[in-house]
């Protein structure tokens, strides 16, 4: 079945730092690839999302581009703020059946100042 | 536009009690999701309705059961609470249901099980 695989947090960084989450996925077909975001206290929320391959999804400096050769989705953000301390959860949407979204386990990030 | 509203919010069971939560999607939406979230099992999804029918439901025991409203509005009810159904129950809305569909979460009932 489909499947989502994410690096296990927690991921600690200094403000203005460089972020990277990995994730991977396994599905047959062309998934639509997401990733949400969870703030303290709060239901999930849409961070960006990508339908095909090479595509590139990205919001408030985040990006991750869908690489269809390495079935992957990593999360990257060149200078991250406390503001984005948060667990992120990659996803996907299987193109056939139930379309009900695949989450990973979920990454915390810590970003001190 | 209004979110995901989910209540109560906080709630605090005991044993063998049952729990009723309540779910108002985004007026609009057809298909309410709802999932459990626990630190040691992650995101599990529990069952979807769409139209005031279940299409599809996770590997959960009976115990567990919702059901859906015509106005699109949602219910989820827990019989026989355990210590491990304590938890955030999400429940997600979303408009359409093709492979590049969105949910939008509400903030969670959060149940504690004593």
């Known amino acids: 079945g489909d499947s989502v695989t994410q690096m296990e947090g927690p991921v600690t960084l200094s403000e203005e730092a460089f972020l990277t989450i990995n994730c991977t996925y396994t599905a047959t077909g062309y998934p639509s690839l997401f990733w949400y975001v969870q703030y303290p206290g709060e239901g999930l929320q849409l961070l960006l999302k990508a339908t095909k391959a090479d595509d590139k999804g990205s919001n408030k400096g985040f990006e991750a581009t869908y690489r269809k050769e390495t079935t992957s989705f990593h999360l990257e953000k060149g200078s991250v703020q406390v503001s984005d301390s948060a667990v992120y959860f990659c996803a996907l949407s299987a193109a056939g059946g139930s379309y009900i979204p695949t989450f990973g386990r979920g990454t915390s990030l810590i970003v001190h100042p | 536009k209004a979110g995901v509203t989910q209540t109560p919010r906080y709630l605090i069971k005991t044993r063998g009690q049952q729990v009723t939560l309540s779910c108002s999607p985004i007026s609009g939406h057809r298909s309410v999701s709802w999932y459990q979230q626990t630190p040691g099992q992650g995101l599990q999804f529990l069952f979807e309705?769409?139209?005031?029918?279940?299409?599809n439901k996770g590997n959960f025991p009976g115990r567990f059961s919702g059901r859906q409203f015509s106005n699109s509005r949602s219910e989820m009810n827990v019989s026989t609470l355990e210590l491990g159904d304590s938890a955030l129950y999400l429940c997600a809305s979303s408009l359409d249901t093709s492979g590049a569909n969105v949910l939008t979460f509400g903030a969670g009932s959060r149940l504690t099980v004593l």
């Open positions: 309705y769409f139209s005031e029918t279940q299409r």
